[in-house]
Every structure is written in C-alpha cells, then in structure tokens.
C-alpha cells in the first residue's frame, strides 16, 4: 500500500489549505484513514480520523477548523484546513490502518504570523 501526501505549503495565519493524500488501493477496504502532524521538536500527533462507516473524529486544537473527508472513487481523502495558525506549522501525515499501519512520506505545512 502506498499513500502519497500533497497539498502542503506556505500560508499566513488565517489562510487554508487543502491536503490530499492518493492511496494505491481502494480506501474503502482499510479499517481508518487519518492525518497525523510533528511540529519543530513535539511527537507525532492525531490530527483528524475517518473511519470505514464515515465517522471522524478530531483534535481539540483543530475542531471547527479542520476537516477530514474521503473521495471513494478517487481513493483520495482530504483535510481542508482553515483559520491557520503558526502553531499548526508541522509535517502532515497521512495514515491508513488495516492489518497493518501504512504511513505517507509527509508533508510540511508552514503558517506565517
């Protein structure tokens, strides 16, 4: 399984953008899909989770301005982020979970004050 993170980028506080992250099978077939981050010198942290039946869930920090969604027929989900702070400048990553754990290669958001 392969999973191919895009979208990040330089943007100022208060702006959005969208993360995508493509996955080399149907990701209809994996248990959850999720966003991860690691911010300059923090741990790896959940950002927004979707599961198979389509719940989701979301970290504090995020909720209300984030928002995990799925494109089944282009194997595709998204995370639209709004209202960005330079708190949120991180690596995103994206995950899927089946018997395994499967990770993308990341990437680097950068907010602006």
């Known amino acids: 399984v392969q999973l191919q993170a895009s979208g990040g980028g330089l943007v100022q506080a208060g702006g959005s953008l969208r993360l995508s992250c493509a996955a080399s099978?149907?990701?209809?077939?994996?248990?959850?899909m999720a966003w991860y981050r690691q911010g300059p010198g923090k741990q790896r942290e959940l950002v927004a989770r979707?599961?198979?039946?389509?719940?989701?869930n979301y970290a504090g920090s995020v909720k209300g301005r984030f928002t995990i969604s799925r494109d089944i027929a282009r194997n595709t989900i998204y995370l639209q982020m709004t209202g960005l702070k330079p708190e949120d400048t991180a690596v995103y990553y994206c995950?899927?979970?089946?018997?395994?754990?499967?990770w993308g290669q990341g990437t680097l958001v950068t907010v602006s004050s």
């Open positions: 995950h899927a979970q089946l018997l395994e754990n499967y």
């Open positions: 099978r149907s990701i209809f077939s994996f248990n959850t």
């Open positions: 979707t599961t198979a039946s389509g719940s989701t």
